[in-house]
């Protein structure tokens, strides 16, 4: 077991919508400090984890903890340690940038000098100081987020929950969110993220579990998973399915693995060099030597990409 101190402990996690399982007997642990995401498709059940941990949706059954306190509908002592940036973008549309902020105060009882202040400060933590008086419809989509931690923050929450929080925007404002998360991660803040892109998943967390269907695939460090699951570099090749038995033969001594989704066959191995030399003699045009990554993880373990 790991010596941390944990966040969240989760055991046999459960949730029913009627008779889908939309999180299915899950169990992991989250530690002091960590950015732990939680990686999969649109319904892999991350949405509604997360909803329980936060005490806003009721728990089918298991248990999930957070700093020791049980989770369950409305435990307002967990709300009060916990930021939440939710998935939907549930600003008040009336009101402004800073009003938003001044509002959401009320609900934690920060006294107003306080709360001006501490709102002041976030809204240039997250550099909205030019929309500080604009309504929330004057707003980018990139800058609605970046408010959106904003007000996740206004109670100093240990725990900060971000659920998607870069989805539908572009590589600028992406990388913007990345570094103030970072930012807050490198204060001790603990992490939990969830995410269907890959690349955010390998940027900032230290441990993931790969979600699908309510259930944990694997769970590890992004390089730990890669090397486990792939090695170091994947060789891809569009080639029709009726022409590849040679080819795949060919390679089984050099490959650790080999997947075929659609048109294209993915052969998995430490190093592609090695690889590539003897493919040429089959004279292909489409063939790509890259390092691996977490979406190959989650094609090999399901057959799917995880966007699609
Ligand atoms: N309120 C609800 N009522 C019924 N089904 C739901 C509800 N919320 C989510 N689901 C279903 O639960 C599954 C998991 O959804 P969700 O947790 O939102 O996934 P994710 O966040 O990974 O995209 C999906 O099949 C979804 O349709
Ligand atoms: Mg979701």
């Known amino acids: 077991m790991n010596s941390k101190n944990p966040v969240i402990v ?17 169990s992991f642990e989250i530690h002091e400090g960590e950015c732990f995401g939680f990686l999969g498709p649109n319904g892999a059940g991350k949405t509604t984890t997360i909803r329980m941990i936060h005490c806003v949706s009721p728990i089918t059954s298991g248990t999930v903890t957070v ?28 009101l402004t940038v800073y009003e938003n902020l001044m509002i959401f105060a009320k609900f934690f009882d920060i006294p107003h000098i306080e709360s001006k202040k501490r709102v002041n400060e976030l809204i240039d933590f997250v550099e909205l ?14 800058m609605k987020r970046r408010l959106l931690v904003a007000r996740a923050l206004l109670n100093n929450p240990k725990l900060i929950i971000a659920d998607e929080p870069t989805t ?3 590589p600028q404002a992406r990388h913007l969110i990345w570094e103030r998360l970072r930012s807050l991660k490198s204060r001790g803040t603990t992490l939990l ?13 230290d441990r993931l579990m790969v979600m699908h269907q309510g259930r944990i695939l694997k769970e590890g460090s992004p390089r730990q998973l890669i090397s486990d699951e792939i090695g170091r570099e994947v ?3 569009r080639i029709a399915k009726e022409e590849d038995e040679k080819l795949i033969a060919q390679m089984a001594d ?22 590539m030399k003897k493919i040429v003699d089959f004279n ?8 691996a990554t977490l979406e190959d993880v989650f094609l090999k373990l399901t057959g799917r990409s995880l966007i699609e």
Do not use: W
């Open 10 to 26: 989760a055991k046999n996690l459960t949730k029913k919508y009627g008779n889908l399982t939309a999180v299915d007997g899950i």
């Open 67 to 94: 700093l020791g306190k049980p989770s369950h509908i409305d435990n307002r002592e967990i709300k009060l340690i916990t930021g939440v940036i939710p998935q939907e973008i549930n600003l008040d549309p009336d």
């Open 129 to 142: 100081e030019s929309k500080r008086n604009s309504k929330i419809d004057e707003l980018s989509t990139g």
């Open 168 to 170: 539908g925007l572009d």
């Open 193 to 205: 993220l969830t995410t269907q892109y890959m690349e955010e998943a390998e940027q900032l967390c």
């Open 235 to 237: 060789v891809e090749i």
């Open 254 to 275: 050099l490959a650790c693995g080999h997947e075929r989704v659609g048109d294209t066959l993915y052969f998995y191995c430490r190093d592609g060099h090695e690889l």
């Open 284 to 291: 292909l045009p489409n063939v790509l030597n890259r390092p």
